[in-house]
T-cell receptor, first 114, second 113 residues
Framework: KAGVTQTPRYLIKTRGQQVTLSCSPI?????VSWYQQTPGQGLQFLFE???????NKGNFPGRFSGRQFSNSRSEMNVSTLELGDSALYLC?????????????FGPGTRLLVL | AQSVTQLGSHVSVSEGALVLLRCNYS??????LFWYVQYPNQGLQLLLK??????LVKGINGFEAEFKKSETSFHLTKPSAHMSDAAEYFC???????????FGAGTTVTVRA
């Protein structure tokens, strides 16, 4: 099976702009989670989607949003970018049935905000 | 709520020596615990996971971890380090049905020839 894919791999934006990141899960996986990784804060949970519904959300401002499509592909959007949004954004997928499941991670999208 | 603490942000070992990475967890319900590895410019790869079936868990690349409830620990070991083990390692916990992983701060491993 193909792994989790994320596009684009790299992005450069300026403050105030918005950005959309895309994630395609492993075939058959219905849960997609998003994480932000920064040197200062480490890996932090953004949100999780299952069957087009957000089941859980981390402690991030409303500028961070996401959605999931009927084919389980997911997008996350960050509006009004700030310098502190520079990070590696990781997407992970799993079948979606519970906490025992392994989350399989994509290679990430590295966002630089100037 | 659940959390993990990784002791030591950097570990340096000689090739062929024991690798020991420490992880302690906090959870109000029985946890599921994971170790992931991240190589430069890559995502996270699962090394192993504990889901209550057995306290000693064997993973890929010769790694194993032991779940000790009395010590709330899930330390990762490898008997003999290889140069290819140089990477960052993350301990993570999942519990309570909230469908998320809570990660430790990570431990960077360097391997000396």
């Amino acid at each position: 099976k193909a792994g989790v894919t994320q596009t684009p791999r790299y992005l450069i934006k300026t403050r105030g702009q918005q950005v959309t990141l895309s994630c395609s899960p492993i075939s058959g996986h219905r849960s997609v989670s998003w994480y932000q990784q920064t040197p200062g804060q480490g890996l932090q949970f953004l949100f999780e989607y299952f069957s087009e519904t957000q089941r859980n959300k981390g402690n991030f401002p409303g500028r961070f949003s996401g959605r999931q499509f009927s084919n389980s592909r997911s997008e996350m959007n960050v509006s009004t970018l700030e310098l502190g949004d520079s990070a590696l954004y990781l997407c992970a997928s799993s079948p979606g049935q519970g906490n025992r499941e392994t989350q399989y991670f994509g290679p990430g999208t590295r966002l630089l905000v100037l | 709520a659940q959390s993990v603490t990784q002791l030591g942000s950097h570990v340096s070992v000689s090739e062929g020596a024991l690798v020991l990475l420490r992880c302690n967890y906090s959870s109000s319900v029985p946890p599921y615990l994971f170790w992931y590895v991240q190589y430069p410019n890559q995502g996270l790869q699962l090394l192993l996971k504990y889901t209550s079936a057995a306290t000693l868990v064997k993973g890929i690349n010769g790694f194993e971890a032991e779940f000790k409830k009395s010590e709330t620990s899930f330390h990762l070991t490898k008997p003999s380090a290889h140069m290819s083990d140089a990477a960052e390692y993350f301990c993570a916990v999942s519990a309570g049905g909230d469908y998320k992983l809570s990660f430790g701060a990570g431990t960077t491993v360097t391997v000396r020839a």
